[in-house]
């Protein structure tokens, strides 16, 4: 099971995958396609084209581990295909992901930094 603080980042791969890949085929993946080392401190985050089953690989230092959310009757909102096939998320996206939100259209209020109350 992985802790969401051991990792640096989360690196979503926005074409679908065939889930029959397993932990090879998703590292050529991430090392070909999304141009990442698969042994960083990163989380990779794969879905099907039905957007019912999503993957998750990483490092764990001693091995790759894959993780698998696979849905009975809805679906996942993955973003639409656009220029690059990598989007970067933090934390919150993906566990907005994971719940059945739609990442790109939650947006958290802007932050405000202030110097002086007067």
Not at 5 to 23: A, N, Q, T, W
Not at 29 to 49: A, E, G, T
Not at 59 to 84: E, N, Q, V
């Amino acid at each position: 099971m992985f802790r969401w603080e051991e990792f640096s980042g989360i690196y979503l791969h926005r074409g679908y995958v065939d889930m029959r890949k397993s932990i090879n085929g998703l590292s050529v993946i991430v090392q070909n396609d999304m141009k990442l080392n698969p042994f960083s401190k990163f989380l990779f985050v794969f879905c099907n084209k039905n957007k019912n089953r999503l993957k998750i690989l990483y490092w764990d230092k001693t091995g790759f581990a894959l993780w698998l959310k696979m849905l009975d009757r809805s679906s996942f909102i993955w973003p639409k295909k656009l220029d690059h096939e990598v989007i970067e998320l933090n934390r919150d996206q993906l566990k907005w992901l994971l719940c059945g939100l739609d990442i790109l259209k939650m947006k958290p209020h802007q932050e405000l930094c202030y110097e002086s109350v007067s």
